[in-house]
DNA sequence: CTTTAAGCGAGACGGTACGTCCGGTCTTATT
DNA sequence: AATAAGACCGGACGTACCGTCTCGCTTAAAG
């Protein structure tokens, strides 16, 4: 649930250069630069300049491929999907919510993340914001079973929507972490974790919403 | 609790002039000039130049009192802060936070707001970063009666920690709307103020924490 | 030995556009830019903005290639080198000089032309100064045989050195008209090339200096 | 003959306080911040703010009395004249011009001397220009008597120009230290004065000159 | 095995914005 | 009345990146 993985996760690019040819160790090498340079100097230092340079690529392939800065980041983030990643299974609703946690945790709390920087990126570059929600779409239907299986369990009711559950779960440490900036509290995970938990059990993410919405309050200026 | 209120909100600024003299007229304009290309252009529109040319004031003359985009947006959020603003008092604890959510949703709701944009800009410049911090400080302590107020009726336990109730209310909102950027759904605000309420009776933010936390999780990418 | 000659000589810019590419033909309007520039509003308008929007360029693309405007001149006096320029050979030492005081007085006389504006920038640019010096080197260099010749004829004894002859035939010159800024008066070239003549003839220039310089005299302020 | 001395000769401006008010101490302190400011850093360091942090007074102080960095100039000019100044007087015309030319020569030979520096401004500003060219005059009329002496003792025709002498004698040291930047040649003095008196004894500079200037030459640019 | 065209290296260009320096004018307050 | 303090307007500077273009060369794949 976390953060995707790293670039290094690249199949190894400066090998194969028969397979693919020249141009996908050109690809291979542009991201793997993206990677490298996001970790080392953050996301405004991350023109296409720079990543032309580092790897060893001319500027004008880097645009050829890539329109901006935003689809770099958008190609980075799906080639370094990790396909094998799934949902921890700990027999508990609340538990299984603090093992996602603590891995969003960990990629929010230690200063500029990978993680953080594509969030960034994402206000910037609609490219870069459509990958980044894919990811989560993909993080959210995998982990879905955290849910269904709790749901199974008699954890919670049958109707309870699994989405809005690790959602509530994670939201808080994003907020803490990224918007309001709050030092990492390490309570915390375990906190948000409970609280979602314990909303899920009192029913209020089943479906048949009792009560429809009134309507939108007046500005709040 | 949603967002600062508009530049607009200033002490009508080309008028007074000898009040502070014409420091504080081009302070004033220049604020404005701020308020309306954020909501006219966006945030990456946002430049010293177009500001200055809004303003009718002169680049240096910017540069002179604010260091980049990031002071100005700092210094429009201090100014632009609601002093008058205060928390519902519906006499329940789901209906007072659905109250303060619907200010959140009004804000983020309808594309690039005031508080879109100075979120994204607090990603790339310290000083708004702060600002923003401040002001949600502020809203957080005003709001803080919405959950005490519940403690004194007995909803909810008394050692209940008002900011994380308010935060758990809130966080889905931002979470869903800025960053996975998901069509705004209006049953969000009451879903998230059910939650946050339900986990509050549950004791979930009552503060000994029953469980310490038992540490952190393998990396997550 | 009067002045570099203007931009004007330069192989018409606009036409040739595959010789030489894109590159040539900015070169060649920059350059022309500049000197039509400096005749018409003299050395300190003589801005990059200025040279750029003349040239139809952009400002950049100056930046690109000439570091400044030091730079830029130097280009257009390396460029404006008068390669056909050779020396009078009247017959008689005094009348060389002469030719040569008239060429330098013309460029001289009439308010600030390209060779006054040349000379301040060379105050300013160590770029200008240089290409500056090459000039006058290479002038130094063509005009010697009017020295040579002169002593083949018997006029002047063997060993005069040319260098010398001719700074001294100019100085006054140059003296006069840019330092002193007295008004030009039309005996000044003949003055200036007879003295230089006389003292020539009467070996003041012949290499075997007499006696050596007896030190320096006491510090003048 | 050589170079204005330099603004150290001031009359102490720390002290006097009362003679001339507050008026006089700026200026004096303005003139010696000037002074101090020309030699450690050259010319175009020389703004007006630097003068007015390194005199201890406001920049519009400075804007008040002078116009800009030409009349500051000008002004150091006029105020550094050296009144006590007198020519050589060695018995032969040579040898005067000599120590003439060795006052010049120590002036513009190590690097950028006061004088070089004033040279350089009144290229830039005709205040500057105007002050230069009046301390130029005066010195050339103090030296007069180097050459109506040797008139006197029957060196040269009586009727020669003494101003014409010293130029020819001067020019060719600020022609070659100044505008060609040649090293500097301690036999250059020497070789110069001996040109200038040679010229002289032959009558260059005798006043009925025989052969008027014929008229100009084509242009030579 | 050749041909061909896609991709690449190279590098200039137009363009926007930056942040700085300096010039010169103004107003207000002080002394 | 002159000065200090300091903001302002305005012009120019030189830099960093952006995204586009043209040109010539290499090389992977199609004929």
Request: a negative charge; glycine letters at 10%; proline letters at 9%.
């Amino acid at each position: 649930m976390g953060s995707p993985s790293s670039a290094s996760d690249l199949p190894e690019p400066a090998v194969r250069r028969r397979t693919g040819g020249r141009g996908a160790r050109v690809r291979g090498q542009v991201l793997a630069a993206v990677g490298e340079l996001l970790v080392e100097d953050g996301f405004d230092r991350l023109t296409v300049d720079a990543v032309a340079a580092r790897a060893g690529v001319h500027r004008t392939s880097v645009y050829r491929r890539w329109r901006d800065v935003g689809g770099l980041l958008a190609d980075l983030l799906d080639s370094a999907a990790d396909d094998s990643w799934g949902p921890p299974d700990t027999g508990s609703l609340e538990e299984d919510l603090l093992a996602l946690n603590h891995e969003v945790f960990a990629a929010l709390a230690d200063g500029p993340s990978l993680t953080t920087v594509l969030i960034e990126a994402s206000f910037r570059f609609d490219d870069a914001a459509r990958a980044l929600g894919h990811f989560w779409d993909d993080r959210h239907a995998r982990s879905a079973p955290v849910v269904t299986r709790a749901a199974a369990r008699g954890e919670v009711p049958a109707a309870t929507d699994p989405r809005a559950v690790l959602v509530t779960a994670t939201a808080p440490l994003y907020h803490e972490l990224l918007l309001l900036r709050t030092a990492p509290d390490p309570a915390l995970p375990r906190r948000a974790a409970r609280a979602a938990a314990a909303a899920a059990r009192a029913g209020a993410f089943a479906d048949p919403a009792p009560g429809p919405d009134p309507g939108p309050a007046p500005e709040g200026g």
